[in-house]
Every structure is written in structure tokens, then in C-alpha cells.
């Protein structure tokens, strides 16, 4: 199967940009030598001046299928709809340009990846962590919930203490497909009704083990952390990613630097919190995303220019309060944090692929990688990021070489 793109200007996502250009996939992949004699295409597409962009990846997202975000709906809705919804949830964000979701926590994911590899539903790539750790009490442990239906019927998170459960949570999560190691090693600003986001739900101890056990497997850690005491916890654990990393001081910054780990942003979320209205959210929980969300976009802005990697992540997980389809919101969050454009574009991109260890395959058109991009209007998205936040502006998204979505295919 292949497809031909014609006069396109390109941003791939590696420093270059290339202007009036034809892009070639051939069997999934991007072939940037020209076509061969004669070669029929599949797909043969006029790109019309538009822009082409790689596909988008969200480097940290749930799929859990809910439709409130409130716990006490997530263990008492039949477990039958809810992949149901979230087939529709992927299809959004499929639509979105997000070709590639890292699954950030939750039953479903490898389930949900297998049914989309084989065709069965549509959807972006999965990279599934299944089920996170927490600790009994931790952020991934429902506290407003009796403990025998959290751990009956875990949404999101293994409840595990001590060395040894630890060991047979990470190791269940390769049995059950999982492609990465979550662990909520914080407590968090919202959404946790016991806990707190600078506390450490795990000691130190307890972590170094999770990250041996998990690397011994060949399976990255990312760890929700949210304040630089628990930050410093984990990277002298071990742990690959930080997931949220709000607050930073400068000496965290450092130790950042110094173990060469990344940050997938969220800030997204935390202005979803001030706009909603509803129980789940309590004014006390808002009024600290208020008066955190300065802080954590400087904090952003501050690593960003210091040499931090930061990647994006949604944190989409319940519609209404997070729609799916809207996940390219976190871009606009970091770039009014000061983050140049084109870095934000990066964030979406080829950075998410570097998070997830996938660079070679992934996040920029090059030859020779999956053939994963999204084809926008003629207004350049380094001059308006609009251009790739506003899913009105995805003409068409392509997948491994086939058009899968995009207004320009009604």
C-alpha cells in the first residue's frame, strides 16, 4: 500500500522544514526518495500549499471509559459500556491528529491496543501501562471508597506496600501487556481527597525496588510527582519520566539536568479545574489549582530553559471534565507558559516519542519511520499553534500511510 502527499510544506519535527514538497509512504512507512517508475498510488493526495505536521502524541492519558469524575460512578458503572465509550473516546482523539497515546494508568489499555492493531476498532497507537501502582493511600487509591471495592475492582491502580507486592505489581503489569510502569508516587492537587501533593507514597526504598524490578523487564517507570522532595525521591530511586512535575525549584531543575529525565507536562488539567462547576471538584481543591497554576507555568517555562525535555500530556480521562478530542490544549497551556512555538510542537511530537523510548519509530517524518501525519490548512502552525490545537483546522489524519480521519475525507 502506499500514498503520495504533493505540495506540501513540511515541518518534520527534526529542525527542517520543507516547502512545496511531496511525501511518499510506502507499506506504513515514510520513503523520501521519490516514487518509482510508473507507481500507481492508493492514496494520492494534493496537499494544495497546505501544512504537513507529524502525527501527534500524548505522552499521558487515561483510558477508562467513564463518564463522571467522580470514583464513586467509576466502580458502580457496568463494566460492559465502558469500552464502548472508550472506542468513541480514541476515535476522538484519532480525529484530534493524535495518532499515539500513552496510556497513563488503567485496566483497558493493552486490550484497547491489541483491538486497534488488529483492526477490530479505530483508534491511535497504545502504549499501555495497564493498572499503576499506589500505595494504600496514595493517589491511585480511591480514599473516598470502601478499600475491598477499590482493590475488587481496580480502575486505575494496583494497591501495593512493601517490597514484595511491589515486585508481583510490576511483574503483572508485563503479564497483562503493559508497556510501562506507572507509579503514583505523590499525592496530588486535586481529585484526592486524603493526600496531599507534596507528599511521598512510597519510600525511597520502596521505589528503588520498583524501578529495578521494572528495568530488569525491560519496562520504563514514570512516576506522578508534583513537588521537588518527592521529585528528588524519584530520581534518586531511578525512575524515567516525571509525570506532571509541577512545582521546581532550582535544585531540583539540577538533579533533573544531572539524571537526564524528562517531564510530561499536564497544565491543561489544572485550567480545566478552574473552569468547572460541579461537586467533584471542591472550592478548596480549585482555589489551590488557582493560586499553583502561576507557579507551575513558570516552573515549565524555567526547565524548559534550562535543557529539561518536556513532553505533553493531556491527562484526559473523564468527559465531561476532560473531553477527548481537546487534548492538543496543552500546547496552548505551554505556550502561554513562554515556551517558543515550535517547542511546543515538539513537545507533541518528537518528544513523546523519546518519553516512550520510540524515537527511531515515531514523533518526526523521516525515512524510514511509521507513517504516521496530519495534514493541516496553508496558515503555518509555527505562526499559530491554533492551526493544530483547533480540531476544525485537521484536514486529514493519516496512520501508517492510510487516511483515517479529517474533515477533507467527508
Not at 528503588?208 to 521529585?231: D, K, N, Q, T, Y
Amino acid at each position: 500500500m502506499s500514498t503520495r502527499i504533493t505540495q506540501v510544506n513540511v515541518w518534520h519535527a527534526t529542525g527542517e522544514v520543507s516547502r512545496g514538497a511531496t511525501i511518499i509512504i510506502r507499506d506504513g512507512v515514510f520513503v523520501l526518495g521519490g516514487a518509482e517508475p510508473d507507481e500507481a498510488f492508493e492514496h494520492d493526495i494534493d496537499g494544495d500549499g497546505r501544512w504537513l505536521i507529524p502525527g501527534l502524541i500524548d505522552s499521558h492519558m487515561h483510558i477508562w471509559g467513564v463518564r463522571s469524575s467522580n470514583p464513586a460512578n467509576w466502580v458502580v458503572d457496568p463494566l460492559g459500556i465502558r469500552p464502548f465509550r472508550a472506542v468513541a473516546d480514541l476515535e476522538k482523539v484519532l480525529r484530534a491528529g493524535f495518532t499515539t497515546v500513552r496510556e497513563a494508568g488503567g485496566v483497558m489499555g493493552p486490550s484497547i491496543r491489541d483491538a486497534i492493531e488488529e483492526g477490530a476498532i479505530l483508534g491511535p497507537r497504545v502504549v499501555p501501562a495497564y493498572l499503576g501502582l499506589s500505595s494504600t493511600g496514595g493517589h491511585g487509591d480511591c480514599h473516598s471508597l470502601p478499600i475491598e471495592w477499590v482493590r475488587d475492582r481496580p480502575y486505575m491502580a494496583t494497591v501495593c506496600d512493601g517490597t514484595t507486592e511491589i515486585r508481583k505489581a510490576v511483574r503483572t503489569v508485563l503479564r497483562e501487556g503493559g508497556e510501562w510502569v506507572k507509579v503514583w508516587a505523590s499525592g496530588a492537587i486535586a481529585l484526592s481527597d486524603n493526600d496531599a501533593p507534596d507528599q511521598l507514597h512510597f519510600s525511597v526504598d520502596e521505589l528503588r525496588v520498583l524501578c529495578e524490578e521494572a528495568h530488569a523487564l525491560g519496562l520504563r517507570v514514570g512516576a506522578h510527582v508534583e513537588f521537588p522532595s518527592a521529585i528528588e525521591a524519584c530520581l534518586e530511586a531511578g525512575i524515567d519520566v516525571i509525570e506532571h512535575g509541577f512545582i521546581l525549584d532550582e535544585t531540583t531543575i539540577s538533579s533533573i539536568l544531572e539524571h537526564d529525565v524528562p517531564i510530561v507536562t499536564t497544565m491543561a488539567l489544572l485550567r480545566r479545574y478552574l473552569r468547572w462547576v460541579g461537586p467533584e471538584i471542591t472550592e478548596a481543591q480549585r482555589e489551590m489549582a488557582r493560586e499553583l497554576l502561576p507557579r507551575i507555568m513558570d516552573s515549565a517555562r524555567r526547565a524548559h530553559e534550562a535543557g529539561v525535555m518536556l513532553a505533553m500530556g493531556s491527562d484526559s480521562f473523564a468527559e465531561p471534565l476532560t473531553p477527548f478530542g481537546a487534548n492538543a490544549e496543552e500546547m496552548l497551556a505551554l505556550s502561554e507558559a513562554g515556551i517558543p512555538v515550535e517547542d511546543c510542537l515538539r513537545a507533541a511530537t518528537i518528544n513523546g516519542a523519546k518519553v516512550m523510548g520510540r524515537e527511531q519509530q515515531l514523533g518526526s517524518i523521516e525515512e524510514g519511520k511509521l507513517g504516521d501525519c496530519v495534514l493541516l490548512g496553508r496558515i503555518s502552525p509555527l505562526d499559530d499553534l491554533m492551526q493544530v490545537a483547533d480540531p476544525e483546522n485537521i484536514a486529514l489524519v493519516i496512520k501508517g500511510g492510510v487516511p483515517v480521519a479529517g474533515h477533507s475525507m467527508a
